[in-house]
């Protein structure tokens, strides 16, 4: 087998694009790995825009940069911290404010449609994907 080369990732978010994500909502995407299912974004929420219910196959953390959301824990203000384990599962999660935050996921998150079915799955082939449509816009390597 292979030896294979840690990478070392800089990314300049800044200088990303905000990628569409949903109404009212989108990304940057910051790292994604195919090797442990793990992905970083940034995602921007404005006042009102709505994740759908859904359920955390990996775990996730939740740094509030900036703004108000609710979710099941309740209010997750500016500076706030959240960790959500694998398989929680909970309804709708709605920005008050406008918000800004760092998301890491550990595994695919799975979102319900109106009927209770899968409507849509976020995973790092999700993110890799979009990326590889256009990588200028999103990872860079550092110098």
């Known amino acids: 087998m292979a030896n294979r080369q840690m990478m070392d990732v800089l990314v300049h978010s800044s200088e990303l694009p ?8 989108a990304y940057r995407l910051l790292r994604v790995s195919a090797e442990t299912g793990v992905w970083t974004v940034m995602l921007k929420m404005e006042a009102g825009a709505v994740f759908a219910p859904h ?3 990996g775990a996730a953390e939740i740094f509030m940069l900036q703004g ?3 979710d099941r824990q309740g209010l997750t203000r500016t500076g706030d911290y959240l960790y959500e384990p ?4 909970h309804e709708a999660t709605t920005a008050i404010e406008d918000s800004l935050i760092l998301f890491t996921a550990h595994g695919p998150i799975a979102f319900y449609n109106d009927k209770g079915g899968i409507g849509m799955v976020l995973d790092w082939e999700f993110f890799a994907q979009a990326d590889a449509q256009d990588p200028n816009l ?3 390597k550092a110098a």
Request: a positive charge; aromatic letters at 4%; glycine letters at 14%.
């Open 55 to 57: 359920k955390h196959l």
């Open 86 to 89: 694998i398989g929680v599962e």
């Open 68 to 70: 108000l959301t609710r």
């Open 138 to 140: 999103s990872m860079k």
């Open 18 to 25: 905000w990628k569409p994500l949903g109404p009212g909502t």
